[in-house]
């Protein structure tokens, strides 16, 4: 993975919220760390670590089990679509399938421009206006084949 | 642990007693009862992930109900009856190593245990990326127990692993290869030559054995175990052979010499 | 300020009970996600500005009140103006000033913001007389959308923190745990353990420190009962739990929500912050001298984080993996320690038991399912959203009654309840009574809440294979079975909706759940078949049609089937040309239209656009 320049005062910000050694608010941490720079950088990770006493194996093994992670940044416009069951059988599935060819990425990856992510995430909750897709998270309910592709079209 | 209770309990309608905070299978070990496992390593805490070790359990007063425990964790408890092997049993067993030849068909490990319940090709899809890793995270364990938990887990579910954190060669490690040692399907690698160990992506410089010149272990493992028994780092720099030759050759000389090591020397009768 | 005694409690109550009745209409805008993400926001601040331009506050005695979510949010953004319970529709911004006008000032209805009922096609003015209200009883969800979520004395002015009150001033906490046992309340997340029986067994475990949370972790998609109490009432959950510590006698506890509802956590931490302030939390509470506090602990995103043990896990910082559970958590949880976790709207039936009566709670529902039970009602229903009904009540009343029938009036299939440790129920059981042992026995669960109503476009094995690939997607993949065995059997339905699927497939299912079911380490591994198990006992000719005939009548899996016009029914509008996201429909306007198979993506945005139901699966 090839290093990124993480503001060190960003992230001693985030490390002032929590208590030195208490290894409980690991998570806690972590998603401040994933919402303040888009990702997990393995530099913040490290400082994270030391600030907590926790092992830098600990601090990985979080961030690759939890979904809110991520190691990679990740695009301008995050776009999630819903997979819950009620936007499954609404036509999710065909979503994420024509936002994959337009993009041409794969769910839970970004454009090499760096301008779109692709996300499936299990159900937002909002089951009766599936199915449901969120960009940057807004949420858009009734999405029909062919509308999204059309947002996409003109934001690319 | 010499104030514990005695349990009674049932394995295989044979009756057994044992100490209270045992599992079924330090009961049934200790009794020679056999019951398979992978992921269980007597100088680390059980888990329960390779699921093996099912056992069936019912008792007296649990009014016919009887379930499957993996007997690594189950607690014994007075009264207990148990069952190491039946039908249902079995099918799981086979069913599990059925599964593991799927992930990791070149296993040789693997291989064997399954080809002792009569499974000599996997009866469900092969895996695409080849791994001989089982998942069985004695490596994790050991290394958590060891004090460094350099390596760990990563991801979940099917596409969980064990990996070095952020794919770089782990700061915590030390290079001891006790991962590599415990790994029952021989995934983890090492090289070791006269002056360097290569383990996860590390160089780590040997120390020599100042009797015989082989290397012992690497500097960094030297000093966090020299640091974690508080001792010099010098009283841990003879080879296992070397430390065992000088031992050995004490006890001979002082039969010889009828003496105490360290007293004065005397000449032999 | 400080609420020290029972007594300046009902002196709090008083006021903003007064300072309630002063107002004399008002307007209650649904600030839900639902109706947020349709725009709900823009008519809230269009509403504030004409009414305070106009000057219409001391004018005409109005308020204004954004709430949580009505439930109904398939038809947001929601405005009710009581206390006549007018009930408005999909309210634009352009509405405002109309509405203003003519109801607010001069009492007139606009009828074309009525809701419209499916059936009856007659529009219905109140609020009460909706099928879709008017069949609930509320009891988790008793305020929300009447109360503004983000006010604690419009809480406090519906009655709220009273059960605390009582709890602590008037009652033990042995009496407490009697009266929870009484009132028959069983967790609402799925399990469906007697809570008082639980809260006792943690009270009688020997310990220094005894911990109470609540599972906000909302997992099961196509549920989102919990998320819109979070939203909407957050402090009845706060005030359930502070009821619940002083029973099991903690003194601290976490709230885990998900991270996926970042609205939830927002209300959630303002009335943490709300109560503290007013001593609801904190040291020596309503002068009792107890004392409990809580944190949000937000999740990372892991279904399996529902399960108690991976979600005490989480809580302390660590990866949420599941331990075996041979040692209770009620006994051996958070920190080692007695641990009682109990659902969102389990806490939030808590105050309205001590408040009204353990009896009058075990009187609703069945015998061994008592209360109410809050579901989401989504999939091919017309009415979607979230009710809450009393336990004992039909899933047929559900869906056809509450829910208006299937859309479209399509046939009935299936609904999918307990979300992907449920199952699927087909036509025949619809008369069951819904309760925790009914729907186990007919081989799904409650579960939290989640019911998904299927038709006939919904194909079952495609229903099954989605269930498995979440759960293959959400296995912790710390147990073989789990790991391998569930995503195994994910390759098999794979195959099968691939049209690759082989005879004795079926059989290879059976014999791997099995095995799944008996040695999987935790319940999301051991119910993880559960979705095949129920579609193979209802729908196993589905299955046979996709292995042995190569047909998805449904018309969903791809490769099985293609889609054709029928000459008879076109009628040749243009709709599906329009909605074709590939340009395979060729046609001229008023002729048959026709689908070229070749670049047809069988995407169905056709199907699902065409109103004369032209477009025929073959």
């Known amino acids: 993975m090839t290093k990124t320049c993480v503001d060190p005062k960003k992230a001693r910000k985030i490390l002032d919220r929590y208590p030195s050694g208490d290894g409980t608010s690991l998570i806690h941490a972590l998603q401040d760390i994933q919402a303040e720079f888009g990702y997990v950088p393995c530099e913040a990770a490290e400082l994270l670590c030391e600030h907590l006493s926790v092992p830098i194996s600990k601090a990985f093994s979080a961030a690759t089990f939890y979904k809110a992670f991520s190691l990679e940044p990740k695009g301008d416009v995050v776009i999630r679509v819903c ?26 990856k970004t454009t090499k421009d760096l301008k779109f992510t692709l996300e499936t995430v299990n159900c937002v909750g909002a089951c009766a206006m599936a199915p449901v897709v969120s960009l940057n998270g807004e949420y858009h309910g009734n999405v029909q084949p062919g509308t999204m592709s059309k947002k996409i079209r003109g934001g690319k | 642990m010499t104030n514990n209770k005695t349990i009674n309990l049932e394995i295989d309608g044979r009756f057994f007693q044992a100490d209270e905070g045992m599992t079924i299978l330090e009961v049934a070990r200790r009794e020679g009862i056999e019951i398979p496992t992978l992921c269980q390593h007597d100088a680390l805490e059980p888990v329960g992930a390779c699921r093996l070790c099912l056992v069936e359990i019912t008792h007296p007063n649990w009014k016919g109900w009887k379930g499957l425990v993996t007997s690594c964790l ?65 490596c994790v364990r050991v290394c958590a127990a060891k004090g460094c938990n350099a390596i760990g887990a990563t991801g979940r579910g099917i596409t969980k692993g064990i990996a070095v954190p952020f794919r770089q060669p782990p700061p915590d490690c030390i290079g001891c290869a006790s991962c590599a040692h415990i790994c029952p399907t021989d995934t983890i690698k090492y090289t070791d030559t006269e002056d360097l160990r290569k383990i996860w992506g590390h160089k780590f410089k040997m120390v020599k054995c100042v009797s015989c010149g082989r290397p012992v272990m690497p500097e960094k493992q030297l000093e966090f175990e020299a640091a974690k028994a508080g001792l010099d780092a010098k009283y841990l720099t003879t080879c296992p052979q070397c430390s065992q030759d000088q031992t050995l050759a004490t006890v001979q000389s002082s039969f010889q010499s009828k003496t105490v090591p360290g007293g004065s020397l005397e000449v032999a009768r | 300020m400080r609420i020290a005694t029972v007594q300046s409690l009902k002196v709090a109550a008083k006021k903003a009970r007064s300072e309630r009745e002063s107002i004399k209409t008002e307007v209650l805008v649904c600030a839900g996600t639902g109706c947020l993400a349709n725009g709900s926001l823009a008519v809230v601040e269009s509403l504030e500005r004409s ?72 529009r219905i003015e109140e609020y009460t007389e909706i099928p879709f209200y008017s069949r609930q009883l509320r009891i988790a969800l008793r305020n929300i959308g009447k109360i ?59 310990a220094e420190t005894r911990y109470v949370l609540c599972n906000a972790d909302e997992g099961d998609p196509g549920a989102f009962m919990d998320r819109s109490i979070c939203e909407g009432d957050p402090h009845a959950v706060i005030e359930g739990m502070v009821i619940g510590a002083w029973a099991v006698g903690a003194n601290s506890g976490s709230i885990y929500v998900r991270e996926e509802y970042p609205l939830a956590v927002k209300h959630l931490q303002l009335a943490i912050d709300q109560a503290r302030e007013k001593g609801f939390l904190g040291d020596d509470i309503l002068g009792s001298g107890f004392s409990y506090d809580v944190h949000i602990a937000r999740g990372g995103g892991a279904f399996v984080c529902g399960e108690s043990s991976a ?80 336990m004992g009540i039909t899933l047929r009343e559900i869906i056809f009654e509450i829910g208006g029938g299937i859309i479209g009036d399509r046939p009935f299939k299936a609904v999918q309840t307990g979300g992907p440790s449920g ?66 059997l994910h390759c098999i339905l794979e195959d099968i909706c691939a049209g690759e699927g082989q005879p004795g497939d079926i059989e290879k299912i059976e014999s791997l759940s099995d095995v799944i079911v008996s040695a999987s380490l935790c319940a999301l591994g051991k119910s993880a078949p559960n979705p095949i198990l129920s579609t193979l006992r209802y729908f196993r000719n589905e299955y046979e049609a996709h292995i042995n005939d190569g047909k998805c009548a449904a018309g969903v899996c791809r490769n099985l089937f293609s889609f054709e016009i029928s000459e008879e029914a076109c009628v040749g509008c243009g709709l599906c040309i329009k909605a074709c996201p590939v340009d395979s429909i060729l046609g001229e306007k008023k002729e048959v239209h026709r689908i070229n198979g070749k670049t047809c993506t069988r995407c169905g945005a056709c199907r699902n656009i065409c109103a004369v139901d032209a477009i025929k699966v073959v």
């Open chain 3, 423 to 488: 199952g699927c129920l087909p036509e025949d059981k619809l008369d069951l009574p819904v309760d925790f042992d009914t729907l186990t026995e007919a081989g799904s669960m409650m579960g939290s809440g989640g019911m998904i109503v299927m038709d006939d476009r919904t194909c079952m094995v495609d229903t099954a294979r989605y269930f498995l690939e979440f759960l293959v997607d959400e296995s912790c993949g710390k147990c073989i079975p789990c790991r391998e065995g569930v995503h195994q």
């Open chain 1, 83 to 108: 997979t819950g069951t009620a936007c499954h059988i609404r036509g999710a599935q065909t979503l994420v399938d024509e936002l994959c060819s337009i993009l041409n990425v794969a769910p839970g």
């Open chain 3, 51 to 122: 009414i305070c331009s106009r000057k219409l506050t001391a004018e005409l005695k109005l308020g204004l009140k954004t709430t949580g979510c009505h439930g109904f949010c398939e038809k947001g953004p929601l405005v009710v103006i009581q206390p006549k319970g007018i009930f408005y529709k999909g309210v634009k911004p352009k509405d405002v000033k109309e509405i203003i006008e003519k109801t607010l000032i001069s009492g007139e209805v606009i009828e074309r913001l009525l809701y419209r009922d499916p059936n009856t096609k007659e």
């Open chain 2, 74 to 138: 189950y607690p014994i408890e007075e009264g207990l009856q148990v069952t190491t092997n039946n039908p249902e049993i079995h099918t799981a067993r086979k069913t599990l190593l059925d599964l593991l030849l799927a992930r990791c068909p070149e296993a040789t490990y693997i291989q064997k245990c399954a080809a002792e319940y009569g499974i000599t090709a996997t009866s469900f899809k092969k895996r695409e990326e080849e791994t001989t890793c089982i998942l069985c995270g004695l």
């Open chain 3, 148 to 206: 503004d979520p983000g006010s604690i004395d419009d809480y406090i002015a519906v009655g709220g923190y009273a059960g605390l009150a009582t709890a602590l001033t008037e009652m033990t906490p042995e009496e407490v745990i009697d009266s929870i046992t009484k009132s028959g309340l069983r967790g609402r997340g799925g399990g469906g353990f007697p809570a008082g029986r639980k809260w006792k067994t943690c009270r009688n475990a020997p």
């Open chain 3, 311 to 390: 979600l005490m896990k989480s809580v302390a910082g660590e990866v949420g993996e599941p331990r075996a559970k041979y040692i209770h958590s009620v006994i051996r949880g958070l920190h080692d320690q007695p641990t009682v976790l109990n659902n969102v709207e389990t806490w939030a039936n808590v105050p309205w038991i001590i408040n009204e009566g353990a009896e009058k709670f075990a009187t609703l529902g069945t015998g061994k399912s008592t209360g109410t039970k809050a579901f989401s009602l989504v999939g091919k229903v017309k009415n979607t959203g979230l009710v809450e009904v009393p």
